[in-house]
Nanobody
Framework: QVQLGESGGGLVQAGGSLRLSCAAS????????MGWFRQAPGKEREFVAG????????FYADSVTGRFTISRDNAKNTVYLQMNSLKPEDTAVYYC??????WGGGSREWFNSGRYNYWGQGTQVTVSS
């Protein structure tokens, strides 16, 4: 069993920055890929960014490329999402997700929430205009 806990959400003005953290506990050593998803009111959950556990591969949704950076600290079993140049449309609940499934193809498969078998409770990010 794996537990994920997000922190770092809050209210920020457009153009500002936030850093989200996701700490993994339990059988964290078995995690292969971790990712961030978000869900805005009335919308479906969407992929934001992902990273394999060794940090060799990072990948992003087009909407955040160049503004968000995902990274990890294996010693702390923690993954981060640095969000810069935030826009009002980035407002959502952000969820951390983890998977112990093996890579079958390229990074694109990890855009699918069904590939992740552990989820955090979410943290609210609100960007004011």
């Amino acid at each position: 069993q794996v537990q994920l806990g997000e922190s770092g959400g809050g209210l920020v003005q457009a153009g500002g920055s936030l850093r989200l953290s996701c700490a993994a506990s339990g059988r964290a050593f078995s995690l292969i890929t971790m990712g961030w998803f978000r869900q805005a009111p009335g919308k479906e959950r969407e992929f934001v960014a992902g990273i394999n556990w060794r940090g060799e591969n990072t990948f992003y949704a087009d909407s955040v490329t160049g503004r968000f950076t995902i990274s990890r600290d294996n010693a702390k079993n923690t993954v981060y999402l640095q969000m810069n140049s935030l826009k009002p449309e980035d407002t959502a609940v952000y969820y951390c997700a983890a998977s112990n499934l093996l890579w079958g193809g390229g990074s694109r498969e990890w855009f699918n929430s069904g590939r992740y078998n552990y989820w955090g409770q979410g943290t609210q990010v609100t960007v004011s205009s």
